[in-house]
């Protein structure tokens, strides 16, 4: 039957799994970016719309603030601790600015689809959404 749902139970942690690969949180597709900063308004496959109200963005930008702020903090506690005795500053600075400047780059596309995740979980599909019927998942069974 062509029409068959084809979408296994859709548990949390493989949401979020496949939201930090830059993936669909639906259905897992990797189309939901033309490139590294551009992305698709709903995934090429399942339709699910990325950004599903105004201002679900703000979620991602906070959140790839805190993994930056959050890896520039470990990154000067570990030079501290490493250069301790030596009290040399140059690679902690320079390895701190290599941290700050490049983590928000590199983790904006996994921002955006792990928010994505994020809300998908919190707020279930609903009819607005327009989701391929195909990729909505089953109800997890209560036995
Ligand atoms: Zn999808």
Do not use: Y
């Not at 995934?43 to 959140?63: S, T, V, Y």
């Amino acid at each position: 039957m062509a029409d068959a749902p084809i979408a296994p139970p859709l548990s949390t942690s493989r949401m979020l799994w496949r939201g930090f690969w830059r993936r669909c949180p639906l259905c897992g597709s990797t189309g939901c970016f033309r490139t590294w900063f551009d992305k698709e308004e709903r995934c090429p496959r399942c339709n699910f719309p990325l950004k599903r109200e105004e201002g679900h963005w703000i979620g991602a930008l906070g959140m790839n603030t805190v993994v930056t702020f959050g890896l520039l903090a470990l990154t000067l506690l570990v030079g501290f601790a490493l250069t301790w005795e030596e009290r040399r500053a140059l690679p902690i600075f320079l390895s701190a600015f290599l941290v700050a400047g490049l983590t928000p780059v590199l983790f904006f596309g996994s921002s955006q689809t792990l928010w994505s995740a994020i809300d998908l979980a919190m707020r279930p599909l609903e009819p607005d959404d327009d989701v391929d019927p195909r990729w909505i998942p089953q109800p997890h069974r209560r036995n």
